[in-house]
């Protein structure tokens, strides 16, 4: 495997926050292709189904954002054509801890260093609130739990949730401190 290029060698990246509601269905857009694009394999079309309906749209994702949860379009600026690539969301919890609720990035722009830098965004506001611990849940499955090991991130965890519709999420827990 190759190392990642140098962080000053890819294109500008930039992290939007999504504060105003018409900003909202630009998010749930870019989720449901993620989702259908890298979920469908791991979990089955029926549940990624489900989870686009009940979690990953623009109403779900306005109730969270007027919970509290803060979400941030990632947006990538490349020979001055601007694309939005992925998204995450955070919220901050009791004791001194971000939950990264989401955290997407759409297939052409993975595996060039934007997860990285992201999650390097996403420490770094945790830090300057400072909090001292970041966690997620990500599927037993999925190849990015191995991606997370390498940014710092330990298995917590092992969780099964079940999330309605007959489905469970089968995820572990994984925390990083910061």
Same mark, same amino acid.
């Not at 290029?5 to 989720?31: C, E, I």
């Not at 739990?145 to 007959?166: K, P, Q």
């Given at each position: 495997?190759?190392? +990642?290029?140098?962080?000053?060698?890819?294109?500008?990246?930039?992290?939007? =926050?999504?504060? #105003?509601?018409?900003? $909202?269905?630009? $998010?749930? /857009?870019?989720?449901?292709?993620?989702?259908?694009?890298?979920?469908?394999?791991?979990?089955?079309?029926?549940?990624?189904? &489900?989870?686009?309906?009940?979690?990953?749209?623009?109403?779900?994702?306005?109730?969270? *954002?007027?919970?509290? &949860?803060?979400?941030?379009?990632?947006?990538?600026?490349?020979?001055?054509?601007?694309?939005?690539?992925?998204?995450?969301?955070?919220?901050?919890? =009791?004791?001194?801890?971000?939950?990264?609720?989401?955290?997407?990035? #759409?297939? /052409?722009?993975?595996?060039?260093?934007?997860? %990285?830098?992201?999650?390097?965004? *996403?420490?770094?506001?945790?830090?300057?609130?400072?909090?001292?611990?970041?966690?997620?849940?990500?599927?037993?499955?999925?190849?990015?739990?191995? +991606?997370?090991?390498?940014?710092?991130? %330990?298995?917590? /965890?092992?969780?099964?949730?079940? *999330?309605?519709?007959?489905?469970?999420?089968?995820?572990?827990?994984?925390?990083?401190?910061?």
């Amino acid at each position: 495997m190759s190392a +990642a290029p140098p962080l000053q060698a890819l294109p500008h990246l930039y992290s939007v =926050p999504v504060t #105003h509601p018409d900003q $909202v269905p630009t $998010v749930a /857009a870019l989720a449901h292709e993620i989702w259908y694009e890298y979920y469908v394999p791991l979990i089955g079309r029926a549940q990624v189904d &489900y989870m686009v309906a009940k979690f990953q749209n623009a109403p779900a994702m306005q109730a969270q *954002i007027d919970q509290g &949860y803060e979400y941030f379009l990632v947006q990538r600026l490349e020979s001055g054509k601007q694309s939005d690539i992925g998204y995450c969301a955070v919220q901050e919890q =009791p004791g001194r801890v971000m939950f990264l609720s989401k955290f997407y990035l #759409h297939h /052409a722009a993975r595996g060039s260093g934007t997860g %990285r830098r992201c999650m390097e965004f *996403i420490e770094g506001l945790a830090r300057r609130r400072e909090l001292s611990l970041l966690w997620l849940t990500v599927n037993k499955g999925n190849p990015s739990v191995r +991606a997370y090991v390498r940014l710092g991130f %330990r298995i917590a /965890a092992e969780l099964v949730m079940d *999330i309605g519709g007959g489905f469970v999420m089968d995820d572990y827990r994984m925390e990083k401190a910061l």
